[in-house]
């Protein structure tokens, strides 16, 4: 498949030779040589070997096919993380079709958009998310076939299966025993889109990213070497037994499916995330490698914490949101060993990660914690600049902030049907991630703010993240956010929202602002970065992928909701 | 630069998006932001951070820009493991130059053959190499310009600076200085050559293989992944310091360099390889990632035994020839962690790489050293076959032998100006290595023969490597082969050639062939395996990259010249 260009006609390709694309497919021939008898779990549901999980594959192949469905169309997936899911990952983008992966916690009016803006041909559809698309001949008209699975079935009284749905081709299960276990999958170019789904942005309607095979590879390999590389205790090892704690339905769960299928992990998939259940499958399959993001994380030392008990050798990818270091202390006294990191949407996504090393190990436990909330340093092959307003590269100094501007291997190329967003994305030849941020001469990067999140008081900018931060240390402070509300005099001025713990809900505005002060005076915060006003809530308004929703916080203002 | 193919419109790419092309340039990019300060030494000669590597590089491709060169020219280098030979690792090719990296280990006859086929316009030249050269007008025709290194310069008296041949530009240091140290790499395609060199292959003339950017940087990638995925002290890491004692004119130092600068790593450069100062050298700098041949483990062990000291946290990446269980076993009571391994010039190299996990911590000292002188699995992305003598796969049962057959996104597609060889060497789609080899169930290689080396017996094959393993046990054993001889009854039987330690040069025949007998009654050799015959010789016969030299052996012993 690859031509050689040189101009020199002696560095020609033998007639038989195999030019090697970078598909899908060949991530998994490390596996299907090592990895035969290694197992694949869904929850407390399905054990099999990866021997099997090759042959469902091909089964799965042979249903599409049978279908009728060809390269270029679109299957889409609504589930919880499966071993099904794990099969759609291959067989879909194998099959030189696109896998397009539902973000199902989006509102249904959501979902149904970003169902009909990528117009799949075939569903494999969860029986929890059948409501979500009420109609389908009506209301998703692109979808010709679905496949249906029901985990709930086997406990309906008597055993016997639940009526299928008119509109459905049948039961999953059924469906792969009934297709042979034999496919060839052809080799085709490595450019081929693999993979589409939706950011979850907070305004207007999502935007579709898509990614080819080539770039599916290159993120699977890049990503996973910089987390092996880390220091002992700290890395992804051969040994691990892997289990997804992002949903596989965003942004490829981080592409680590298809890294512990290239490396040959045991692995284990969770269904839905419900923090017992999470935490007895990490006990039962001693799983040693995840990843999530901070409300995860939250979440696990929570049940923990209901346990009486400590993690053991869990390793803990965090991305998404930037970590505090009040959550981040309490995860190492919980036993877990955690790597930040940085990545969005657009970039498959993973850009840097934590570099554990002779310095970091030693560092003093407070230097440690600040490096572990910062988001890392860049993975191979990443290229990373911090623009000011006219596209001028800053100096890597620790404190010129400006907008992060990426290059990597597995950058979205534009946004689907939307040419006009796609060219905003990559003004000036390089992807802009719309976050700003700073970086130490080391290259350790820190996000400072979302660009649309920026508070400019007086002029300056205060960074919203710097502020929540410090807060977040008050003992009685569950969840924090600063946003910028305007201000007659200043322009703007910080505002923090608090979601104070259950036992400390007394605790007073100037107690938690005192810490503000505090940092002030020690030179850590400018005078102008301590908030104003703070605004307890009961929840704090969040979006389906657990971010901070700034938008939606900022619109509750304007309008007295806070 | 990557176009996206699929058929659906809506998949396009921005106006302005960058398509990321595979090309050495990008290995640097994570080394640029968050390596600066990191350092590389050239022996005790010279230290400098990766801040002023950079600006060599630069300098580097202007002197080459200045000398007329362009885009496809080839640069050749014939120089020990230095500093320079890295900078044009990275110069050249990101230049769009084809870096020819010269076997100084060959005959004089031989460098001039691989330099004339390569026809190379400029030549950085260690003066201790310039005799091999003789007239460079008339020897040498295609080489235009030769930068000139001579580290005995400054041991001169006087400290006066020898006078340079009148056939070279200039004095490589003279030269870089005289340059500026900005330059602008352009982007290009991943398919053009980066590299050349030539095989050290006992038939016939060195045949010239060849490899793209694109290839280069996923070899990197994925050999670099595949060591660092090993468990706990066994893998590559953040906080290894690097050495390479595989020569860098040998099939790139298994890419090694490019992956250490990929990764940011500290780097020492030694030299010529003599025991002492590679021992000096890994202690002074504590070196902890090395990887090299057999050979140069021997050389390794005989040093430390005389200091009498053990190493500490070196870990030792190892292939080029099998190893045998003794030298395993001296490994590891000398503090050295190995990782054994697979690869070939024509494989850029590496296809294959011991895997440390659970499995391997568990197992009895006498299975790990088992496990440890195979040849590991199939590293991420390789696909591999053991073909029978009409292409048909064999079982992995551990016991089915055949040729070891390939595919991985590295290989040479063809062999420079030898086109029939190269179709050779591709016939059937898969690239033919020529090597006898069969794999266990969990996918771990054993090469058990050369193709050409095999041994048939009684119409019965002999692995010449299990006998070599099993003989090598004998106490008096310092090296041996196993090569097959024309015998009238059996067509050929097993003859081994041994070299005796200095103080066990008494050692009869039967003593050792006794180890024989003794593995044919426990069932790990077949009778016919026992070879009939020993002879002793002063040294053993082997290539310039220290492997056995099994044809001359045969050639050797059929003039009875042993």
Sequence with gaps: MTTILNEHDNYHQAEEAYGFPLIIKQLLNRAKIASTNQTISYADKVTYTYAEFFKRINRLANVLKNMGLQAGDVVAVMDWDSHRYLEAYFAVPMSGMILQT????????????TVNHAA??????????????????????????????????????????????????????????????????????????????????????????????????????????ASALNAEGQGAR??????PMTPLFHVHAWCWPYGATMIGLKQVYPGRYLAPKLVDLIEQHKVTLSHGVPAILQMLLKEMAERGRKFENLKLLLGG?????????????????????????????????????????????????????????????????????????????????????????WL????FKNPDAGNELWKGGWMHTQDIACMTADGTLSITDRLKDVIKSGGEWVSSLEVETILSFHPSVADIAVIGVPDERWGERPLALIVLKPDHVDTKMEDILALGHQAVERGHLPKYGVPSEVRFLPDMPKTSVGKLDKKRMRSMYSENLI
């Design 238 to 243: 051969y040994n691990d037994v892997y289990m």
């Design 120 to 225: 799949p041909k075939a569903l494999l559809l969860n029986a929890e998310f059948a409501p979500m698309i009420k109609d389908y001949r009506d209301d998703a008209p692109s979808i010709e076939h679905v496949m249906w699975a029901d985990d709930a079935e086997d406990d309906k009284v008597g055993g016997e299966k639940a009526e299928l749905p008119d509109y459905v081709d049948g039961e999953y299960e059924a469906l792969l025993a009934a297709a042979s276990d034999e496919f060839d999958f052809l080799d085709f170019d490595e450019n081929t889109i693999a993979t589409t789904f939706y950011t979850s942005g907070t305004t207007g309607d999502p935007k579709g990213v898509f990614f080819t095979h080539r770039q599916i590879v290159l993120q699977t390999m890049a990503s996973t070497l």
């Design 412 to 415: 979205t190329q534009s946004y």
């Design 321 to 409: 949101s930037k970590l505090n270091e009040g959550l981040a202390k309490a995860a190492i006294e919980c036993g877990i060993e955690f790597m930040s990191g940085f990545g969005m949407s657009e970039s498959c996504p993973v850009l840097s990660r934590a570099v554990f090393d002779d310095k970091t190990e030693s560092m003093t436990l407070e230097d440690n914690l600040n490096y572990r909330c910062l988001s890392g340093s860049p993975i191979m092959l990443v290229s990373m600049e911090i623009w000011d307003e006219n596209g001028k590269p800053q100096p890597m100094d620790g404190k010129s902030t400006g907008e992060l501007v990426i290059r990597a291997p």
């Design 102 to 113: 539902v973000n199902v916690r989006l509102s249904e009016e959501k979902v149904l958009y």
